[in-house]
């Protein structure tokens, strides 16, 4: 089973330019959500997905934006790219309910220039 | 929002039992706790879940006490594989208001 993957594995941008971030997922799971992860550091939420058309703001939504139509996948879109969107991106998936775990991609390991 | 407390980092040595504990104070009726593991350059990895009492698998052991405030992770007979971040969570996805929040994890060392 190929799980949670995403792509690019890696990626270098310029400020200001655009790109999306892709997500999938073959698990048939209902909720999907991006984070990031900066060096030493924990994993902060960006945007979230309950389910095919619903999306909702994490603890650090600003400068991305997302979309759900279909339930394998959630892209996260970055609207003009900043050095402090310099991170790793870790896209994961579960299914509800109350004792669901989330299930982790490899990550996007992104820069900024 | 439940939120987590764990310690920054931890160190010990091969064959040693570790202990992690979690404080989730305000922990909801309907949380699962839940323990991650992560390796650098890799995505978080589920561990072992628990809602009360004690959970063991092949891996890990989780107690958790009747208030259910805390949570202990249990590693038994640690070796230099088990060198990762530790992440507690509290929460569930069963509403449309669902955000999964990760603390900040405990860095585990193991010496030789």
């Known amino acids: 089973n190929a799980g949670v993957t995403q792509t690019p594995k890696f990626q270098v941008l310029k400020t200001g330019q655009s790109m999306t971030l892709q997500c999938a997922q073959d698990?048939?799971?209902?909720?999907m959500s991006w984070y990031r992860q900066d060096p030493g550091m924990g994993l902060r939420l960006i945007h979230y997905s309950v389910g095919a058309g619903i999306t909702d703001q994490g603890e650090v939504p600003n400068g991305y934006n997302v979309s759900r139509s279909t339930t394998e996948d959630f892209p996260l879109r970055l609207l003009s790219a900043a050095p402090s969107q310099t991170s790793v991106y870790f896209c994961a998936s579960s299914s509800q309910g109350y004792d669901q775990p989330q299930h982790f991609g490899d990550g996007t390991r992104l820069s900024i220039l | 929002l439940a939120k987590t407390t764990q310690p920054i980092s931890m160190d010990s040595y091969e064959g040693q039992e570790v202990n992690i504990t979690c404080s989730h104070n305000n922990i909801a009726t309907n949380d699962y706790i839940t323990w991650y593991q992560q390796f650098p350059s890799q995505g978080p990895r589920f561990i072992i879940q628990?809602?009360?009492t004690k959970v063991t698998n092949e891996v890990a052991s989780l107690f958790i006490p009747a208030d259910r405030k805390s949570s202990t992770l249990s590693l038994p007979r640690v070796s230099l594989s088990d060198t990762a971040v530790y992440y507690c969570?509290?929460?569930?996805?069963?509403?449309?208001?669902?955000?999964?929040?990760f603390g900040s994890g405990t860095r585990l060392s193991i010496r030789p």
């Open positions: 969570l509290v929460g569930a996805v069963y509403s449309s208001a669902s955000k999964i929040i």
């Open positions: 698990m048939n799971h209902e909720y």
């Open positions: 628990g809602y009360k």
